[in-house]
């Protein structure tokens, strides 16, 4: 399998087509702590959603609902029908099961079937900042897990793709190392590879290089953004502004729980029109 066999594939134009994910009036509270007030974000096919914002104001929240690892107080996610150009290796919707071809539209202010989450779940795939790689398992035994166990997909497949993603990030001399023989960089990277494997419409990224040390930052920001020039749709939370004014396409500040200011990065990041962007700028750009 080559490198061109696991991207999305895109044809002209077909990025500018209608939204692959919608969310409108999202709310979480986590007892009498109110962490999302109102969320609403739309992203398009192949395009990518930068959130910045300070600590505590809700962007993993965000994150953990669009993968279903949180449950919603209230408001709707929808995702569009599953394309042949949403699939990493393969390529194909039907890789993943009829329930992941279908449109989805889940309103959280009604009861939510397992059926619904499941499906939610298996159409994104995060990467979290602490890697959160099973630490008694190697790197393959990682990546080829929720392929196999949780999709039910035929292992031999499994294992091809997984070993073409780890070639194509250098790491197929680790395929039998463990976690904690490998640096952080190196984790990170498998981490990337294990939600690849998974061939979600939408990847998840969760401040992926605030973990590491300053070396091992360029590598996995590098390999972030040939998978956004291949076409993948993602949601990144990032501190790292240039990264972000270089490969989103849009990009939401998030504080207290709402999106305060979304647009284009360059002009966000330039010239922001709410005081609140503009403070939490010049915090970030100004440390001391």
């Known amino acids: ?11 002209a134009g077909e990025m ?6 919608r969310v409108r009036g999202l709310q979480k509270s986590f007892g009498s702590n109110r962490v ?4 609403d974000l739309t992203v398009g096919r192949g395009r990518v959603l930068a959130l910045i914002g300070p600590s505590g104001s809700g962007k993993t929240t965000i994150l953990r609902c ?5 449950l919603p107080d209230g408001g709707t996610i929808d995702v569009a029908v599953a394309s042949a150009s949403d699939r990493g290796p393969g390529g194909s919707a039907a890789g993943r099961g009829e329930r992941s071809a279908a449109p989805l539209t889940i309103d959280f202010a009604a009861k939510t079937s397992p059926k619904e989450l499941a499906s939610l779940r ?10 959160n790689l099973f630490p008694h398992k190697t790197v393959l ?16 497949e499994v294992t091809a793709e997984a070993l073409a993603l780890l070639d194509r990030v250098g790491l197929t001399d680790k395929r039998d190392s463990y976690p904690f023989e490998l640096s952080g960089g190196q984790q990170q990277r498998v981490g990337i590879v294990r939600a690849l494997a998974l061939r979600p419409q939408v990847l998840l990224f969760d401040e992926p290089t605030s973990a590491l040390d300053p070396e091992l930052v360029g590598d996995v920001l590098r390999l972030i953004k040939e998978l956004a020039d291949e076409g993948w749709t993602m949601v990144i939370v990032t501190h790292e502004l240039e990264f972000a004014r270089e490969v989103a396409h849009e990009i939401a500040f998030v504080d207290g729980g709402t999106i305060v200011e979304h647009g284009d990065p360059r002009q966000l990041l330039r010239n922001p029109q709410h005081e609140r962007t503009r403070q939490f700028l010049h915090r970030l750009l100004n440390p001391f």
């Open 141 to 156: 035994q990682n990546v080829i897990e929720g392929p196999v166990i949780v999709q039910r997909r035929p292992a031999a």
């Open 36 to 39: 999302l007030e109102s969320v």
């Open 122 to 131: 298996d159409r994104s795939a995060m990467v979290f900042q602490h890697y």
């Open 1 to 11: 399998m080559s490198p061109a066999d696991l991207s999305p594939g895109f044809a």
């Open 66 to 70: 669009l993968n279903g690892l949180e």
């Open 16 to 21: 500018d087509a209608a939204p692959l994910l």
